[in-house]
Antibody, heavy 117, light 108 residues
Framework: QLQLQESGPGLVKPSETLSLTCSVS??????????WGWLRQPPGKGLEWIGN???????YYNPSLKSRAIISVDTSKNQFSLKLTSVTAADTAVFYC?????????WGQGTLVTVSS | DIVLTQSPGTLSLSPGDRATLSCRAS???????LAWYQQKPGQAPRLLIH???SRATGIPDRFSGSGSGTDFTLTIRRLEPEDFAVYYC?????????FGQGTKVEIK
């Protein structure tokens, strides 16, 4: 049973890069066949998938983000990260890290990131 | 992209009622790679159903999923007070993964 926990700044300025980290416990990232992913949910709105990375190196991203998102994995620290570049107010959301075999079995509790000057 | 349309937007029911939620896909979801999630205010979503009809670990059997191709249904047999929440369907057959807009099940 994996546990996921997001961390990172709660406030980011417009045009800067949003950086979040997800710490994984309850299992080793390097020995699992899970994917490692991120989603977001603007306040009062629905869920949007950002992207996934797999241990075999494959990665997939939502084209709606226009190549601004990058997910990286550090198995030595049992962590994975999200960088979202050139943020605007429209990127204000609760960001969730997530994992699973196929569907989204595990979710972090979510962290609110506000984009504002 | 596969567009998922959920209906109704809001379902007003009483505890003990049966809830039927619909999710229609803009193209066939092959392999029935469709999931349902429950989200309560201030909480992360929780996986209820994967593979269109398989309950996730620890999910009560009053929750059931059915359907194939483009039409899927989540049924809650007898609503408990803790079941009043927003429910989302999601396809994971093809990138980008997409979600329906959600159905809110509220107390009548």
């Amino acid at each position: 049973q994996l546990q996921l926990q997001e961390s990172g700044p709660g406030l980011v300025k417009p045009s800067e890069t949003l950086s979040l980290t997800c710490s994984v416990s309850g299992g080793s990232m390097s020995s699992s066949s899970y994917y490692w992913g991120w989603l977001r949910q603007p306040p009062g709105k629905g869920l949007e998938w950002i992207g996934n990375m797999y241990n075999d190196g494959r990665s997939y991203y939502n084209p709606s983000l226009k190549s601004r998102a990058i997910i990286s994995v550090d198995t030595s620290k049992n962590q994975f990260s999200l960088k979202l570049t050139s943020v605007t107010a429209a990127d204000t959301a609760v960001f969730y890290c997530a994992s699973g075999w196929t569907a989204i079995d595990y979710w972090g509790q979510g962290t609110l990131v506000t984009v504002s000057s | 992209d596969i567009v998922l349309t959920q209906s109704p937007g809001t379902l007003s029911l009483s505890p003990g009622d049966r809830a039927t939620l619909s999710c229609r896909a803009s193209q066939s979801v092959s392999g029935n790679q469709l999931a349902w999630y429950q989200q309560k205010p201030g909480q992360a979503p929780r996986l209820l159903i994967h593979g269109a009809s398989s309950r996730a670990t620890g999910i009560p059997d009053r929750f059931s999923g059915s359907g194939s191709g483009t039409d899927f249904t989540l049924t809650i047999r007898r609503l408990e007070p803790e079941d009043f929440a927003v429910y989302y369907c999601q396809q994971y057959v093809t990138s980008p993964w997409t979600f329906g807009q959600g159905t809110k099940v509220e107390i009548k």
